[in-house]
């Protein structure tokens, strides 16, 4: 589906890695679903796994929230089509859980704007995944 | 080459490099590559140096164990200021002497240099292909 977006390239970015990505690390539930129409859809696509609406979103992520004491994104590398309302991010994404051990993945995100929120998000992992 | 047009970007990774591929044609899909390029397969985190080198050998290897390779459904962020197209698409895959064909859902992340691939990072929905 092709979606009409009404950010630039400055505004793509931000709302990936400021409004979505600090306010995930931040346990920020309802500034990142904020990022989220209500018809939204999440796919891990490694795993096969979709949430589609921003309840099955919102269950989600109190479920990714609440099984890691920190989670750190950093190491983003954007590439993005403000022609088509697309941004790309890889990055490295760092779990650690109440007992200290740590997950690291390598992985890449897609999302789809539609106007000024996410519509479809595409999540391709290096590991195992934590997103269930 | 900094200023090369959107439709070049998806021009090299369809009517170039995906078209050399399902098509078995080793030089075509060759030559979208840089010497010194790099392919890395993400998800087992499987590292190819080399074009004549380790990115042949991959090829080789792919094309030798499939009857039919097939990539399509492509949806592209292509961005011209980083010389960077990262794609999404399914592929379809006949093993040698298999009735069955295997579908994947992936997507690659190219990063050019003077227009052709510099770096490539590959994610697959299932098991490694480019070994």
Known sequence: ?132 | MADLPYEYYVDIVTKRYFDGVDNYNMEQVLDCFHEDAVLTEVTSMTVHEGRDAGIRTMFEGLFAAHDRIWHGNFVHTGDTETQAICSQFSVEVTPKGAADFLRYENCNRFYLKDGKFDRVFVYMSGENLLK
């Open chain 1, 1 to 132: 589906m092709q979606y009409q977006s009404s950010l630039g390239r400055e505004g793509l970015v931000d709302l990936a890695l400021q409004q979505y990505f600090a306010n995930v690390d931040k346990k920020d539930l309802d500034a990142v679903l904020d990022c989220f129409h209500d018809n939204a859809m999440i796919t891990v696509q490694t795993a096969f796994t979709v949430h589609a609406g921003k309840e099955n979103i919102r269950r989600m992520f109190v479920d990714f929230m609440g099984a890691w004491e920190t989670i750190v994104h950093r190491d983003f590398t954007c590439t993005v089509d403000e022609t088509n309302g697309r941004i790309t991010a890889c990055f490295t994404a760092e779990l650690t859980d109440n007992d200290g051990n740590t997950t690291v993945l390598h992985n890449t995100n897609f999302w789809r704007i539609r106007e000024n929120k996410f519509q479809e998000v595409y999540i391709y992992m290096s590991g195992e995944n934590p997103l269930t």
